[in-house]
């Protein structure tokens, strides 16, 4: 992916974003064609025109090999190699798993709980872990449109990425979430897995109408896949919208409707005061019925952020600004880096003698 400065007539010049995979490369001069409409909407996540089309060079050779479409059936679908179809070099190792084996899997719902839950598991594991970002297609579908990740992966807090569904761009393909998470273990080799969509979530206000509805999916499959799920609370306290306040009503609903199946549900060691009404929510909820809640400090997490100077926001907002929020995923990274190595050395004790 390339900024790009274009002109538009009429209008003082703007930045766009060109995804030379998609389109070809551009250069100074050529005409293109743009959708403007992120900036006409004056959109936060994504608010930069797009290129679709090289006019001036229209043709791009399209030699990659695979032949899985994502977004399919509209004119900027893209060919990818997935890791399950018979051309990929991995095909057969991710075919063949049938089970995860316990693996613990950290599920989001936003873009930017990645990092914290990241920082949370290499501080529990240790930094030689590897750790496995499945990007589903919940928001943004380029992985390339995420600079987070290129942070995240060059400073060692992520060691591979697979973009599943219409999302592409990972260093694997895959066709769904369940072959991702098979992806995962066969050819990305994780010790512990993030799942969480990418910049940008879609939401309604309603109940059911918001892409984050999908971490109840998810643990679905983590558990279909015998891995052991772990789910990140979306919490706030600077967040002014009410539905939002404490425990967002996204968790509520994706934990308490949208998950026929157990989860970990981690919260973070927080003030007693913020921690109390945590409590009655999840009271409220009845969410202890249906998963298995644990409380764990978040704090080693946002210290590691913090000594490899990653600056990461959500909805604006810093880690001073709304710390509950980045302790929830910080937590939820740890207690999986935890759970990693209980399940490492329970396999160095199950491996048999040479």
Not at 97 to 112: C, D, K, N
Not at 227 to 243: N, Q
Not at 328 to 338: C, E, R, V
């Amino acid at each position: 992916m390339t900024f790009v400065l274009v002109e538009i007539p009429g209008e003082s010049p703007g930045r766009a974003y060109n995804y030379d995979a998609v389109t070809g490369p551009v250069a100074e001069g050529d005409e293109v064609l743009l959708n403007t409409t992120a900036v006409a909407k004056n959109l936060g996540t994504g608010g930069s025109h797009f290129v679709m089309a090289n006019i001036t060079s229209p043709e791009k050779e399209m030699l990659e090999a695979g032949h899985i479409m994502k977004l399919r059936y509209s004119p900027g679908q893209v060919k990818v190699l997935a890791a399950e179809e018979p051309e990929s070099h991995v095909s057969d190792m991710v075919n063949q798993i049938e089970s995860l084996s316990g693996l613990p899997v950290v599920i989001g719902t936003l873009h930017s709980m990645v990092a914290p839950a990241a920082a949370g598991i290499k501080a529990a594991l240790g930094m030689e872990s590897r750790v496995v970002y499945i990007m589903t297609d919940g928001a943004a579908l380029p992985l390339w449109l995420s600079d987070l990740v290129y942070e995240l992966n060059q400073k060692g807090l992520i060691d591979a990425t697979i973009t599943c569904g219409h999302a592409f761009g990972g260093d694997w393909e895959t066709i769904n979430i369940y072959t991702a998470l098979q992806a995962a273990v066969a050819a990305a080799k994780a010790d512990a897995v993030i799942v969480a969509m990418g910049p940008g979530i879609v939401g309604s206000a309603s109940k059911y109408g918001f892409t984050g509805v999908e971490q109840g999916e998810i643990i679905n499959a983590v558990n279909i896949l015998a891995g052991e799920p772990v789910a990140i609370p979306r919490i706030s306290f600077a967040d002014r919208r009410e539905r939002h306040r404490g425990i967002s009503h996204h968790t509520i609903t994706a934990l308490g409707t949208i998950a026929l199946t157990k989860s970990t549900l981690v919260f973070p060691r927080l003030p007693d005061h913020l921690a109390s009404i945590i409590r009655e929510q999840v009271k409220a909820a009845r969410l202890a019925e249906k998963h298995r809640l644990v409380m764990e400090e978040g704090t080693p997490a946002l210290d590691l952020l913090q000594q490899l100077g990653v600056n990461v926001k959500s909805m604006g907002r810093t880690v001073k600004d709304d710390p509950a929020f980045f302790l929830a995923a910080g937590a939820a990274g740890i207690h999986a880096g935890k759970m990693a190595e209980k399940r490492r050395d329970h396999t160095w004790r199950m491996a048999p003698e040479q």
